[in-house]
T-cell receptor
Framework: DTGVSQDPRHKITKRGQNVTFRCDPI?????LYWYRQTLGQGPEFLTY????????KSRLLSDRFSAERPKGSFSTLEIQRTEQGDSAMYLC?????????????FGSGTRLTVV | EDKVVQSPLSLVVHEGDTVTLNCSYE??????LLWYKQEKKAPTFLFML????IEKKSGRLSSILDKKELFSILNITATQTGDSAVYLC????????????FGKGTRLSVIA
């Protein structure tokens, strides 16, 4: 297993279009997290899953955002009717809970630019 | 609301200098504090700290936690240009089921 992978790496879209990102976590990890990072800021929590159940959503996640993890493996994050303010790096991370060792591993992110 | 504050926000040093990065936090039910290094893409894990006063060390990097004063420091000695990155501090709090809360990061630039 090569770690957490995200696709695509970069996405440029016109305002108003819908976009979907994919995250493939480390296979034995049961937790999957989505974070958003804008320039000069640390990652901000969006939502997370334990297996296929979505356990928490940040108030940052407006109605235009939806995330799924249908079989408890990969996850998708969809943004509908994109706005320029959605331009950011979207980071996915996974972990195994409980675990004796720390296991929060990030993917390389999807950089979204809304023009 | 849980809060993590890092300082300074940016720092420029010369190769060979020693730097200290700061992280203070206000959270409910602290569990652990983590340091990450972020170059261009994914944050990579450096340290996890749960107990006060116990230094964690990896090569030229070291970190320590003060749970009474609610802060941590990350030290880098004999800095190299490869240390240039954003250093992120994050706190795990609550029951253990809550995601990490990150600070804004410190952007370190090491010049030759």
């Amino acid at each position: 297993d090569t770690g957490v992978s995200q696709d695509p790496r970069h996405k440029i879209t016109k305002r108003g279009q819908n976009v979907t990102f994919r995250c493939d976590p480390i296979s034995e990890h049961n937790r999957l997290y989505w974070y958003r990072q804008t320039l000069g800021q640390g990652p901000e929590f969006l939502t997370y899953f334990q297996n296929e159940a979505q356990l928490e959503k940040s108030r940052l996640l407006s109605d235009r955002f939806s995330a799924e993890r249908p079989k408890g493996s990969f996850s998708t994050l969809e943004i509908q009717r994109t706005e320029q303010g959605d331009s950011a790096m979207y980071l996915c991370a996974s972990s195994l809970v409980p675990s004796q060792n720390y296991g929060y591993t990030f993917g390389s992110g999807t950089r979204l630019t809304v023009v | 609301e849980d809060k993590v504050v890092q300082s300074p926000l940016s720092l420029v040093v010369h190769e060979g200098d020693t730097v200290t990065l700061n992280c203070s936090y206000e959270v409910t039910n602290f569990r652990s504090l983590l340091w990450y290094k972020q170059e261009k893409k994914a944050p990579t894990f450096l340290f996890m700290l749960t107990s006060s006063g116990i230094e964690k060390k990896s090569g030229r990097l070291s970190s320590i936690l003060d749970k009474k004063e609610l802060f941590s420091i990350l030290n880098i000695t004999a800095t190299q240009t490869g240390d240039s990155a954003v250093y992120l501090c994050a706190v795990e709090a609550g029951s253990g089921n809550t995601p990490l809360v990150f600070g804004k990061g410190t952007r370190l630039s090491v010049i030759a």
